[in-house]
């Protein structure tokens, strides 16, 4: 038994970060209607950022963080502008191949500029594990949940309850009706795109103290991401929440009790087995809307 405690509670903490990387595609799917394969090399830049700014340059945490997000959406206003809106046919799937070379294209870049050598980075509280039936808990995973609660929960309220998140919503929904009622639709795929990008910081700053953090970290977190997000509902904030807790405590508890090379395969079996039962995930495409 202390031995499966040990493993949810990992399993929760890496799930809440496959949550936080699903929520932000589900949020940009939800706004834009576009499954951005270069999501996970923005989380790598969030990782690496807070690597530069905390540990090499010495800013405080939270100056450090601030700016690390500030860097995920920046990147993703200069994706959208130079790649995306400058596509001559913008089908869904020449934005889908244009995500993936961007995806190739940042992990190169990131490569020249931090070099192969992976990074390691301090917790951010320096508080001892709490024991809990006898497993321990880190304060860091405290900190990863409470952070992919709060940005799940900030995201929907913006979606669901301001002016500006519900103009989003509409341009993903109709361009064409938004822009005839004054709604500036490129302002808001602008916007989706930075929201999107910036969360995908967020998890790589909450990651890198719990792994090592390298250049080419975000292709798997990607993935597992997008998995979460499909497993959830694809447009579903708090069902790409729920597939990416779903995936990590399942990830967790199969490489603990099954075999630790089970761990990358298990969500992408989960996925088949999910789109086989539910294509449209744990939330039917009618509930994504709605949530």
């Known amino acids: ?31 834009t209607e576009l499954i951005n394969f270069a999501h996970g090399e923005f989380v790598m830049l969030g990782a690496m950022a807070i690597v530069t700014l905390w540990v090499h340059m010495a800013l405080p945490l939270p100056l450090a963080f601030a700016g690390a997000v500030a860097l995920g959406c920046c990147m993703g206003l200069l994706f959208e502008r130079l790649a995306i809106r400058t596509a001559r046919t913008p089908q869904p799937i020449v934005l889908v191949i244009i995500t993936v070379g961007a995806s190739i294209f940042l992990r190169g870049v990131a490569m020249i500029v931090w070099g192969k050598d992976p990074f390691s980075v301090p917790a951010f509280s320096r508080h001892d594990s709490i024991e809990i039936a006898g497993a321990a808990l880190l304060p860091q995973s405290i900190w990863i949940v409470g952070a992919a609660v709060l940005l799940a929960g900030g995201i929907h309220f913006f979606l669901k309850k301001t002016l500006t998140g519900k ?23 602008i916007l ?100």
């Open 167 to 189: 103009a989003m919503v509409a341009c993903a929904v109709n361009k064409k009706a938004a822009w005839l009622t004054g709604i500036p639709s490129e302002k808001m795929g």
């Open 1 to 31: 038994m202390q031995e499966i405690i040990q493993y949810l509670f990992s399993g929760i903490t890496t799930g809440a970060i496959y949550a936080v990387i699903a929520v932000g595609l589900s949020m940009l799917y939800s706004s």
């Open 192 to 291: 989706a795109f930075a929201v999107s990008t910036g969360s995908g910081a967020v998890a790589g700053i909450f990651i890198a103290p719990i792994t090592m953090s390298s250049y080419d970290m975000g292709t798997m977190l990607g993935l597992k991401g997008f998995c979460a997000a499909m497993i959830g509902g694809l447009g579903s904030l708090w069902g790409a929440f729920a597939g990416g807790i779903l995936l990590g405590v399942l990830e967790s508890l199969g490489a603990g009790l099954i075999s630790s090379g089970l761990k990358d395969a298990i969500a992408f079996i989960l996925l088949l087995l999910i789109l086989y039962i539910c294509p449209g995930g744990l939330f039917s495409a009618k509930e994504a809307k709605r949530f």
